[in-house]
């Protein structure tokens, strides 16, 4: 019994470390950007399936007539624009394309 009580304290503090390092929904999809001037625009239609965006770029986007400022800042990697949309604001699935940059280490464009 003795033996199992390290192993279980072991286990617990390890479980703990993991949830406390756990990515949050702004480390992986970016933040709001109101306070940074966009970039530039990406206007996205019914017919739009996909937009390409690099890593660090404040851009507005704007669907229908919402529109919202976004820093992609987050883990480069793809994900749906319906994560960080209005809710309501998509009717179809756009797949955000968040290219690296020389200084995140990629190749850039």
Known sequence: MKLVTPAVAALALSAASLSAN????????????SQYTPERTIVVTPQTKFVNVARGEVVKVKIGSQEFNWEFDGVAKPFDLSKIAPEGALDHSVQVFVGTTIQ??????
């Open 104 to 109: 995140d280490g990629g190749f850039g464009d």
């Open 22 to 33: 756990a990515l949050t929904s702004g480390d992986l999809y970016g933040e709001p950007a």
